[in-house]
């Protein structure tokens, strides 16, 4: 069956370190990939989202992730976190443009001021 | 207008309740979805209604009931629950059938706790 894996259950920061979060997942045809975050008390948000085209994505908040096809991977990074990045991170991927989100476990980060 | 609107936002029901929580969105998306979230959990999927036509349900128990009345409004009633139902309840909206090219809009929530 298709999954998603975040590898990484918990991450502790200090402010200003560099950030990377994995994500893989196990489908061989066309995927859409997304990052969500969701901070502590609040709902979903779209942090960024690859369809096609450059596989270096930019979204919100300096995040930005990289698809790289042959490892089946799209790993989320920052240069430098920031305390209030403190949140739940989702990696989610939809398979041949259907409906249906496949979700990660999530990666719960914290960043210590 | 760009939201997914849940209401309420919090709400307490017994076992014995009749309640239902509502999602209407503006968007002209034709695709929407109620999904389950526990604490530290990714969200499940519950129901997927496409062109107000329920097209997915990952096999919820019955005392869920979704209702699509119109393209902008989604309701989920709810009877005779379980504590073990208490979450956050998320309702998304999308492109139909584009849901991977579009991506979802996720509303707010509702968290639910059952007495």
């Known amino acids: 069956a298709q999954s998603v894996s975040q590898h990484n259950h918990h991450v502790i920061l200090s402010e200003a370190a560099s950030l990377e979060l994995g994500c893989n997942y196990s489908y061989g045809g066309t995927v859409n990939l997304f990052w969500y975050v969701q901070y502590p008390g609040q709902h979903l948000q779209l942090l960024l989202k690859y369809f096609s085209g450059d596989p270096l994505v930019k979204g919100i908040k300096g995040f930005e992730a990289e698809f790289i096809k042959s490892k089946f991977s799209f790993n989320l990074r920052k240069p430098s976190v920031q305390w209030s990045d403190t949140a739940e991170y989702f990696c989610?991927?939809?398979?041949?443009?259907?409906?249906?989100?496949?979700w990660g476990a999530g990666t719960k980060l914290i960043i210590k001021p | 207008d760009t939201e997914v609107t849940q209401t309420p936002k919090h709400l307490v029901m017994g076992m014995t309740n009749k309640k239902s929580l509502k999602c209407e969105q503006h968007?002209?998306?034709?695709?929407m979805y109620w999904y389950k979230q526990k604490a530290k959990k990714p969200p499940e999927l519950m129901f997927v209604y496409s062109y107000e036509k329920l097209s997915i349900n990952e096999s919820v128990p019955s005392r869920f009931s979704p209702e699509c009345p119109n393209s902008s409004l989604l309701n989920l009633h709810l009877h005779a629950l379980q504590p073990e139902d208490s979450a956050l309840y998320l309702c998304?909206?999308?492109?139909?059938?584009?849901?991977?090219?579009?991506?979802?809009?996720f509303g707010s929530g509702t968290r639910l706790t059952v007495v």
């Open positions: 998304a909206s999308s492109q139909a059938g584009q849901g991977g090219n579009y991506g979802y809009t």
């Open positions: 989610a991927v939809i398979l041949d443009s259907n409906y249906q989100l496949i």
């Open positions: 968007m002209g998306h034709r695709a």
